[in-house]
């Protein structure tokens, strides 16, 4: 059975500091892993990772995936109080795109 | 960005009646899914369908029935609705330039 496990399950941190989100997974067949961000509605995407070492960019925030060791971290620097959200990793196992989704990490940044 | 609505956005309804969740796109993706959000579970697929008439089930596809008669229309139906669905359902289509899944805005349903 495909396991995606997110840690921490919730961190509270001060404005400006950063903060390093990560993913692990047991998947049988991998095709990608994505990056969302929750707030208080739908998730948004942020990051898709198809290969190892490879770091995505955007802003504030990066993440990079590493298939050997299976995991995935996502950094937020400089973080602001808009950042404050719930942070999902999941995989595209390949088969229709399906995706598994952990638990995610809720994020709290505060004043 | 795709259209994609959901409705109702909120639904509370009692324990055994039948409930359905619409989910309309306006750009013709093929591939669409139902989603259920839970605390302590992440979000988990209940059933996918990848195109008119096409549908399979997902995860947790015990308790629900899908249906797609046109390509913008995927339906989410509780025959007889309990407790343990009390959720946030969400529907999402894949879209974008590396075809990354784009959620609906969610309908809660409280089963009471």
């Known amino acids: 059975e495909d396991k995606v496990v997110q840690s921490p399950l919730s961190l509270v941190v001060h404005e400006g500091d950063t903060v390093t989100l990560n993913c692990s997974y047991e998947v049988t067949n991998f095709r990608s892993l994505l990056w969302y961000k929750q707030e208080k509605k739908a998730p948004t995407f942020l990051f898709m990772l198809t290969s190892s070492g490879i770091e995505k960019k955007s802003g504030r925030l990066s993440s990079i995936l590493d298939k050997k060791e299976l995991f995935s971290i996502l950094n937020i620097t400089a973080t602001q109080t808009g950042d404050s959200a719930v942070y999902l990793c999941?995989?595209?196992?390949?088969?229709?795109?399906?995706?598994?989704f952990g638990t995610g990490t809720r994020l709290q940044v505060t004043l | 960005d795709a259209g994609i609505t959901q409705s109702p956005r909120h639904k509370v309804t009692e324990t055994g009646t039948p409930v359905t969740l619409r989910c309309h796109q306006t750009e013709n993706h093929r591939y669409m899914y139902w989603y259920r959000q839970d605390p302590g579970h992440g979000l988990r697929l209940i059933h996918y369908s990848y195109g008119v008439k096409d549908t399979d089930k997902g995860e947790v596809s015990d308790g629900y029935s899908v249906s797609r008669s046109k390509t913008e229309d995927f339906l989410l139906t509780l025959e007889s609705a309990t407790s343990s669905q009390t959720s946030v359902y969400f529907c999402?289509?894949?879209?974008?330039?590396?075809?990354?899944?784009?959620f609906g805005q969610g309908t809660r349903l409280t089963v009471v």
């Open positions: 999402a289509i894949n879209q974008g330039r590396n075809r990354e899944a784009f």
């Open positions: 999941a995989f595209d196992t390949g088969t229709a795109s399906k995706l598994t």
